[in-house]
C-alpha cells in the first residue's frame, strides 16, 4: 500500500491560517485542559547540543518535542527545532528553524511534514496569551518589551488578542536597529502605539505586563524593577535575576517537571540556590484553566508566569492547519513508498 503525507511551507501555514492568534490561543488553551485532565502524552524534550549548557548562546542547539494530543485532536507528533542564536547577529538569518512531523496515531505513518518555526512562534505567543487571560490585571493597558526578536512580536499579538484595551508598548533590544525595525513591523500590524528606550530598567517602569523573549546571557530583569500588580511573562528562560523572584506574589509555570529536566531556566537556578523550593511554585497553569487553583486574585498581585515550552502545543496547532489543508487541498503530497520492502 502506498503510503503519502502531505508536506506544507511556511507560505502555506500562513494560507491556512497560520497567523491566526485567535484560533492558536484556543487551540493552547484547549491543549492546556487536555494536560489538565490526563488526556495528553508528553515524553520529556531531547536536547542536541555541542557542548555545556552555556554552549547553546553560542553553538546553539536543536530540540526534540514529541507528544499526543488527545479530545478531538488526536494527533501524535514531534517538533525539531533548531536554535542558533547568533543567526540573527551575524547571518542576518531567523533564530530558530523547525519541521513539525504528525503521526496517525494509530497506524504510525507520517501523515503530515510542515514548517514548525511558525506554528513554534505563535504558540509561545498564544501560551502567554492564555496565561495573561488569567493572571493579568483586565485593565492592562502598557507592555513593556525586552528583547525585539520573533517571540516578542507572536507575545505582542497574543497580548492585545486577549487585551484589546492594550494601547501602548515600550521597547529594549541590546541591537537598536531590532527595535526599531519591531516598532516598524508591530505598529501596522497591530496599529499600537510603540516607544523605543534606551535600557531594560526603563522597559520594566510603570507597565502592566513585562514580557522578556532575549538571546540574553545573563540577567536583564533586577530586583525592585517589578512594578505592583504586574504580570511578568519570562519567555528566555532566564532575562531574570533569581533573587527578583522572592518579589512575586505568585509563581506559575506551563510544566514544572518538564522545567526541572530542561535546565537552564531562572527558576531552576533558584531552586538550585535555595532562593525559591517546590512550594514557591503557586500552579500550573492547566491547574488554574481548570479551575483548581485561583489566577489573580487582586490587583496588587505581582506574578512570574515562566514557561519551557510542550511539545503538545505544537502538535496540537498543526493538526488544526493539516485539517483545513486536507478541506482545501493544499501542500504537496510526498511518498514515503510505494510499497514496503519488507513487511
Ligand atoms: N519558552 C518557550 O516556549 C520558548 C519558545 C521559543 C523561544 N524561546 C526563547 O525565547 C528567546 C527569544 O527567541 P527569539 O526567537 O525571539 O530570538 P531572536 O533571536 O529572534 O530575538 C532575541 C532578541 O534578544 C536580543 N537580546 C540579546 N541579548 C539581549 C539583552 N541583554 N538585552 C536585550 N535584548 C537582548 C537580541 O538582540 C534579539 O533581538 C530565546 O532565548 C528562545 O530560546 C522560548
Known sequence: MTIEFRYLTQEQVIQLGGLDMALAIQDVEAVFRLFGSGACVLPSKVVLRWGDSDSESTRGRINAMPGYVGGNCDMSGIKWIASMPLNPIERGLPRASALTILNHP???????????????????????????????????????????????????????????????????????????????????????SIEVVATSREATSHVDILVSATTAVSPVVKQRWIPEGCLYCQVGGHECEPLALREFDKIVVDNWSEMQHRGAQTLVWAKEQEIISDEDINAELSQIITGKKPGRENAAERIFFGAVGMGIEDVAIATRILRRAEEEQVGTMLKLWESPVFV
Not at 497506524?107 to 518555526?117: Q, S
Not at 520573533?150 to 515600550?170: C, D, E, G, H, I
Open 106 to 192: 494509530t497506524l504510525g505513518f507520517p501523515v503530515a511534514v510542515m514548517d514548525g518555526t511558525l506554528i513554534s512562534a505563535m504558540r509561545t505567543g498564544a501560551v502567554s496569551g492564555v496565561a495573561a487571560k488569567y493572571l493579568a490585571r483586565k485593565d492592562s493597558r502598557t507592555v513593556g518589551i525586552i528583547g525585539a526578536g520573533v517571540q516578542s512580536r507572536t507575545q505582542l499579538m497574543a497580548l492585545k488578542t486577549v487585551l484589546p484595551a492594550l494601547s501602548s508598548v515600550l521597547v529594549y533590544d541590546i541591537r537598536e536597529e531590532r527595535s526599531l525595525a519591531f516598532c516598524q513591523d508591530m505598529r501596522d500590524r497591530l496599529g499600537i
